[in-house]
């Protein structure tokens, strides 16, 4: 169940020897480096936006959902890049096969609920500029449970470092390298709204850059059933879209305490990425250009026309940009842009 839409059905089963069945998700628990069991799942997505009825058939996926090959015992901790409360993040490698990964260690259930969630989301949308999952286990070591969720580990920078970085020396992208990277990230939202996925959490610091370009960060998606909802209030207060940043400054006003926004996750997205494209355009944050006010339309016309960019390029921002929700393009409609 997401946001009390019922997406699909499946068979859950718990055993201590390995499963001959088919199986969609496997997670393998392990209690001091020993296998102790598998939890085993055969999940089913549907394809349309509609609640079946019982009687509904369900078709199988055509994929798994996650990696079976990767064990607690062939996978080794190599670096600790962060701890917090809840997780720790380490640099890793698979010893069988040399391949270099990033570990999230959950400690507490409702971040492990969570992170096993994204796990699940990210399985499904395999993607080239989208961070691949490849595995998800659970530790009993020390009476204590961890969640592991085992992912590929991106070369290159921070793109927020990397604009941070060239903001300083004014050294501007070339109009062909930012077509290349909005290509890419618009193409890849599209594939993610196909798959009924929002991310809303939309900004430079959720991205890998090198040659290339990829989103790695899916702590905050939302599963879409429907084009406009309410929604518990997430992401950054900088890349909201004008819709978003409206219900937080009801919810600071104390007028929605609950913090909701009833908006298009999609294409409140789509104005969280037109504010990234400009941040990589302008090397500039894009401070107060979400904000709802009467000239903001102003406001973004006379930002945009400032870039030393093409006329197509400007209009790309403009129309991602629209404060209109209702006349702002999807990442679908966005394609034929790029």
């Known amino acids: 169940l997401f946001n009390f839409k019922l997406l699909g059905e499946g068979e859950f089963s718990l055993s201590k020897l390995p499963s001959s069945l088919n199986k969609d998700s496997s997670f393998s628990v392990y209690k001091s480096s020993k296998k102790t069991g598998e939890i085993h799942m055969i999940l089913n997505f549907l394809s349309n936006t509609k609640t079946p009825s019982p009687q509904t058939t369900l078709k199988k996926p055509h994929k798994r959902m996650l990696s079976y090959d990767l064990t607690l015992g062939n996978l080794e901790f190599q670096k600790e890049l962060a701890s917090e409360k809840n997780t720790k993040l380490y640099e890793g490698r698979v010893a069988d096969t040399k391949v270099l990964v990033r570990v999230k260690e959950c400690l507490r259930v409702d971040e492990f609920n969570r992170v096993q969630r994204e796990a699940l989301t ?152 037109g504010l990234t494209f400009y941040q990589m355009s302008s090397l500039k944050l894009p401070l107060g250009l979400n904000e709802c006010t009467d000239n903001l339309r102003t406001k973004l016309q006379l930002a945009i026309d400032k870039l030393n960019y093409s006329s197509k390029l400007k209009e790309l921002l403009l129309n991602m940009l629209e404060v209109d929700q209702s006349k702002r393009p999807s990442f679908t409609d966005l394609e034929s842009w790029v």
């Open 122 to 273: 990210l399985s499904r949308v395999s993607y080239p500029s989208i961070c691949k999952v490849l595995g998800s286990l659970l530790d009993t070591s020390n009476s204590k449970l961890k969640h592991i969720l085992v992912q590929e580990r991106l070369e290159g920078k921070n793109l927020l470092d990397v604009i941070n970085f060239r903001a300083k020396r004014n050294n501007f992208w070339t109009e062909d390298k930012l077509w290349k990277y909005f290509e890419s990230l618009v193409r890849s939202f599209a594939h993610l709204e196909r798959n009924q996925i929002a991310h809303s959490d939309i900004k430079p610091s959720h991205f890998v850059c090198s040659s290339g370009i990829k989103l790695f960060d899916f702590g905050a998606y939302v599963m879409v059933c429907s084009e406009e909802a309410t929604f518990s209030l997430s992401g950054t207060l900088t890349y909201f879209s004008p819709l978003e940043f409206q219900a937080y400054t009801s919810y600071l006003k104390g007028e929605n305490p609950e913090r909701l926004v009833t908006h298009n996750p999609f294409k409140s997205d789509t104005y969280s990425l």
